[in-house]
């Protein structure tokens, strides 16, 4: 089965920028999206389609994919990013979640 | 604004049913598929089921599939699960979530949740 691969944690400074990577084979026949989950929050939409920022999402929040890999880049990292953030992509009619990056602003 | 409120979850025992139900608002319902999602505690998320906007379009996670059903009452902007057989992994907080398209897509709002907990 399709699988979504990000590391378990990453740690940036605040100002800093945050990359969390998402990797998985089929990255070029599939769109990236990625969301935001704070401690005891729903989840938040801050990038489909590989790319495109949904409306009131800051603008330090881009998205990358290329070859095997997406990535979800934090640019100027501040406190309030720290969360765990999960790739999604479809798949054979399946939705599949990457395990999730708990990012730590430090 | 977009809102959505799930409402069913509670305490079963293994081999029990629950029937969760998710109320929307703010937004024409039959225009969007419907997605649930849920998130054991500690864990992450995972996809469960989605349905089109009409309902003529329904996909399971191999781990419900057959034990689960997914429905949509357009006419009271409801969306259901049925969980039948349920065993203990399927405790989480189960999410109800709006898709961006009336074809399953991308989830762009979700509710607060709803706990289930399977246990004797």
């Known amino acids: 089965s399709y699988e979504l691969t990000q590391p378990p944690s990453v740690s940036v400074s605040p100002g800093q920028t945050a990359s969390i990577t998402c990797s998985g084979e089929?990255?070029?026949?599939?769109?990236a999206c990625w969301y935001q989950q704070k401690p005891g929050q729903s989840p938040v939409l801050v990038i489909y389609e590989d790319s495109k920022r949904p409306s009131g999402i800051p603008e330090r929040f881009s998205g990358s994919n290329s070859g095997n890999t997406a990535t979800l880049t934090i640019s100027g990292a501040q406190a309030m990013d720290e969360a765990d953030y999960y790739c999604?992509?479809?798949?054979?009619?399946?939705?599949?979640f990457g395990g999730g990056t708990k990012l730590t602003v430090l | 604004e977009v809102q959505l409120l799930e409402s069913g979850g509670g305490l079963e025992q293994p081999g029990g049913s629950l029937r969760l139900s998710c109320a929307a608002s703010g937004f024409t319902f039959n225009n969007y598929a419907m997605t649930w999602v849920r998130q054991a505690p500690g864990k992450g998320l995972e996809w469960v089921s989605s349905?089109?906007?009409?309902?003529?379009?329904?996909y399971y996670a191999d781990s419900v599939k057959g034990r689960f059903t997914i429905s949509r009452d357009n006419s009271k902007n409801t969306l259901y699960l049925q969980m039948n057989s349920l065993r203990a992994a399927d405790t989480a907080i189960y999410y109800c979530?709006?898709?961006?398209?009336?074809?399953?897509?991308?989830?762009?709002?979700w509710g607060q949740g709803t706990l289930v907990a399977v246990s004797s």
């Open positions: 089929k990255w070029g026949d599939n769109f």
């Open positions: 999604q992509a479809w798949d054979s009619y399946t939705a599949i």
């Open positions: 979530a709006k898709d961006q398209l009336v074809q399953v897509a991308t989830i762009d709002y």
């Open positions: 349905i089109s906007g009409r309902g003529e379009t329904i």
